[in-house]
C-alpha cells in the first residue's frame, strides 16, 4: 500500500499474518503437497482463517453468554417497549433505545458485540491485500514471506491459469484469463449464499420474540439485501487470494451459527422450542434451573370484589368443569 | 466578513461531518446494531465534532471506540456539553454560525 502511515501501524498485523501463512505452508508441504502450486496457497489462505476466527471464540462465547442473560430481563425489556408502543417519532425511538442501553448495563447484559472483532478482522484483511499486492510483484513480505516465498505466492496459480494475485476487473481489463472471472464469480455466489443462508438462520429461528419487535431486527432485514450488492462491488475488485479469506470467514460463521443455534438458542426463540423438542423425544430433557419460561403464566386478575361464598355441592361442580 | 471566516474555522468539521455522515448512511448499516453504548461510537463521535471541531473531536471519537470493547459494560455515554453553544446545526448535521444571516 502507498499509504506509509498505514503501512506503520499494520506492520505488526502484517508480520503475523505472513507468519501465519508461512507456517501453514511449510505445514501442507511438509504433508506433500506442492509448494507452488495455487492449492496449497489456498489452503495456506484457508488455515489463516482458521487460526483468526478461533482466536475470536472468546469473543463470541462471551456475546452468547450475555444473550443467556437475557431472559432474566425479557419483562424488563417488554416493559419499556410497552412503553413506547406505537411510537415511531425520532424522540421516542431515542428515549427508548437509551433506556434499553441503561438496562443491559444495569444488568450487566449487554447483547451487543462492539465492534471489536470487526476492527480486530479488518487490518487483517488489508494486511493480506497488502501481502497479496506485493507478492504480485515478487516482493518480500516484512518479515517471515520472504523472498523466495513471496515470489512462489505472488506466481501460484489455480487450475495452472488463475494467479491468486489477479481480480475479476482485472482480467477484465487484460482480456481473460477468463478461468479468473468465473472463479470471482462463483466465490461471490457463494459468499452470498452462505450470508443469506446465516442471516436468516438467526433472523427466523434464534430470536427471541422480544428482539423481534426491536428496530434493531427490521434493520437486519435491510442488511440482508443489501450484502450481496457489497458482495459483486467486492468481488470484482478484490485479488482471489482475498476472497478466498473472506469465502472461508463467512463459512466459518455459518457453522458456527449453526452449532450454536442448535447447541445453544436464544431463550423463548424458535430454535429453543425445537431443542427442547428434540431433547423431549431422546427422554432427557433437563429442567430449567429456575428460569422462567419466557411465556410466564397470566396472573388472575386480582380484583377487590369480594368471593361469594359456594354452596360444597356447587364447589364440587365446579371443580369437576376444569 | 465574519461569516467568511466563521465558514472557513468549521470547514474541517464540515467535512468531516460530511464522511461520518455517509458513513453512518452506507456502511454502518452493513453490520447492524454492534455498539454497546448509546449514543453509539460514530454519532458520538459526530456530535463531539461537531461541538468541539475535527482534532478534539475525532481524539474523543478514538477514545470512546478504544473503550467500546466486549468486556466493557456499555449504557449510556453522551459527550459532555460544551460551556457555550457557539454555533447552530442544519438538520443535515452541517455546523453554521447562530448569529448572522443564516
Redesign the interface.
Known amino acids: 500500500m502507498e499509504i506509509p502511515f498505514l503501512d506503520t501501524i499494520l506492520w505488526p498485523i502484517k508480520w503475523v499474518v505472513e507468519l501465519i501463512l508461512v507456517a501453514w505452508h511449510y505445514l501442507w508441504t511438509f504433508i506433500g503437497l506442492d509448494p507452488a502450486a495455487g492449492l496449497t496457497w489456498v489452503l495456506s489462505i484457508v488455515g489463516l482463517v482458521l487460526v483468526v476466527r478461533a482466536a475470536l471464540i472468546p469473543i463470541f462465547v462471551r456475546q452468547i453468554k450475555s444473550q443467556r442473560k437475557m431472559l432474566e430481563v425479557a419483562p424488563q425489556l417488554k416493559k419499556i417497549q410497552d412503553k413506547y408502543k406505537g411510537k415511531k417519532d425520532q424522540f421516542s425511538r431515542e428515549a427508548m433505545s437509551r433506556e434499553t442501553m441503561e438496562l443491559y448495563r444495569r444488568t450487566g447484559t449487554n447483547p451487543l458485540a462492539s465492534c471489536l472483532p470487526l476492527l480486530l478482522q479488518m487490518p487483517i484483511f488489508f494486511s493480506l491485500f497488502s501481502v497479496l499486492n506485493n507478492a504480485q510483484k515478487g516482493l518480500a513480505g516484512v518479515g517471515p514471506l520472504n523472498a523466495e516465498l513471496g515470489k512462489q505466492f505472488g506466481d501460484a496459480t489455480l487450475f495452472g491459469v488463475a494467479p491468486l494475485h489477479d481480480t475479476f476487473i482485472g482480467a477484465w481489463n487484460a482480456g481473460g484469463p477468463w478461468q479468473v472471472m468465473l472463479i470471482a464469480g462463483l466465490m461471490v455466489v457463494l459468499m452470498t449464499a452462505s450470508q443469506f443462508y446465516t442471516q436468516l438462520q438467526i433472523m427466523a429461528k434464534n430470536q427471541s420474540p422480544e428482539a423481534k419487535n426491536s428496530p434493531m431486527f427490521k434493520q437486519q432485514r435491510i442488511l440482508l439485501y443489501i450484502l450481496p450488492l457489497v458482495f459483486v462491488f467486492s468481488g470484482v475488485a478484490f485479488p482471489l487470494g482475498v476472497m478466498f479469506y473472506w469465502l472461508t470467514s463467512n463459512l466459518w460463521t455459518m457453522g458456527q451459527q449453526f452449532l450454536v443455534i442448535r447447541n445453544m438458542p436464544t431463550p423463548g426463540s424458535e430454535a429453543a422450542k425445537a431443542r427442547e423438542a428434540r431433547l423431549a423425544k431422546k427422554g432427557k430433557l433437563e429442567p430449567t434451573k429456575g428460569a422462567p419460561a419466557i411465556e410466564s403464566i397470566p396472573e388472575p386478575p386480582k380484583t377487590t370484589q369480594r368471593q361469594q361464598p359456594v354452596n360444597k355441592n356447587r364447589a364440587k361442580k365446579q371443580g369437576d368443569k376444569k | 466578513m465574519m461569516s467568511v471566516v466563521t465558514a472557513i474555522v468549521l470547514l474541517p468539521r464540515n467535512l468531516a461531518v460530511l464522511i461520518l455522515r455517509g458513513y453512518r448512511a452506507v456502511i454502518s448499516?452493513?453490520?447492524?446494531?454492534?455498539?454497546?453504548?448509546?449514543p453509539s461510537?460514530s454519532s458520538y463521535t459526530l456530535q463531539a465534532i461537531q461541538q468541539r471541531g475535527v482534532v478534539v473531536g475525532s481524539a474523543m471519537g478514538l477514545y470512546r471506540?478504544a473503550r467500546?470493547?466486549?468486556?466493557?459494560?456499555?449504557?449510556?455515554d453522551d459527550v459532555p456539553p460544551v460551556r457555550r453553544q457557539r454555533y447552530r446545526l442544519t438538520p443535515f448535521g452541517f455546523v453554521v454560525a447562530s448569529h448572522g444571516k443564516g
Open positions: 448499516p452493513l453490520y447492524g446494531d454492534v455498539c454497546r453504548y448509546y461510537c471506540i467500546c470493547h466486549p468486556w466493557a459494560k456499555g449504557g449510556i
